[in-house]
């Protein structure tokens, strides 16, 4: 005997339903499988990361002297731009998961994956950018793996993030000498 609750193609109607309750909890529905507290604390980290690596780009852009480096110049502006974007989607992904994105500078290196870095010399500003992509590359690998299924929304942010991050790697490993 056939669910009255399911159409042929096993869609649960009263689940959907269902999704007309709870409205204060925005985008989550019941429905929702991940384990959202330790999916916004990977958010949050994630976010932390990208706003470590802004001001490092940041702080690269601004300190880079002479003509023959305006392509480097320009290119850590660039990252610079994106990583805002990307730290701009996390946050946005934090508040639908009804968390708070943690913007607090008290704490931000700790809780970033990535360091700053000071760099004075051209090579050395590109190497660190370089370690800081790959070690984003691998943290969004990781937290990609650990929601698995289980929110693919967040999953997709996360991997369409990556796909730049390797693209930034790709750049600075260009930019080695």
């Known amino acids: 005997m056939a669910d009255t609750n399911q159409t042929p193609r096993g869609i649960d109607k009263a689940a959907i339903r269902a999704a007309a309750q709870n409205l204060t909890d925005g985008p989550v529905t019941a429905g929702y499988k991940g384990d959202r507290a330790a999916v916004l604390k990977m958010l949050n980290e994630a976010l932390a990361t990208e706003l470590v690596c802004i001001n490092r780009y940041k702080r690269?852009?601004?300190?880079?002297?002479?003509?023959?480096n305006a392509a480097i110049k320009a290119e850590f502006l660039e990252h610079a731009t994106q990583e805002q974007e990307h730290a701009d989607w996390l946050a946005e992904r934090i508040v639908q998961l009804n968390g708070e994105p943690d913007y607090?500078?008290?704490?931000l290196l700790d809780r970033s994956h990535a360091?700053?870095?000071?760099s004075r010399e051209v090579q050395a500003m590109v190497r660190a950018n370089l370690i800081a992509e790959r070690v984003a590359i691998e943290s969004y690998r990781q937290m990609i793996e650990q929601i698995g299924d289980s929110d693919p929304t967040t999953k997709q942010l996360l991997i369409k993030i990556m796909?730049?991050?390797e693209e930034h790697a790709d750049d600075m490993r260009d930019l080695l000498i």
């Open 60 to 68: 690269h852009y601004y300190t880079v002297v002479g003509l023959q």
């Open 104 to 107: 607090n500078p008290a704490t």
């Open 115 to 118: 360091e700053y870095d000071e």
């Open 163 to 165: 796909a730049v991050e």
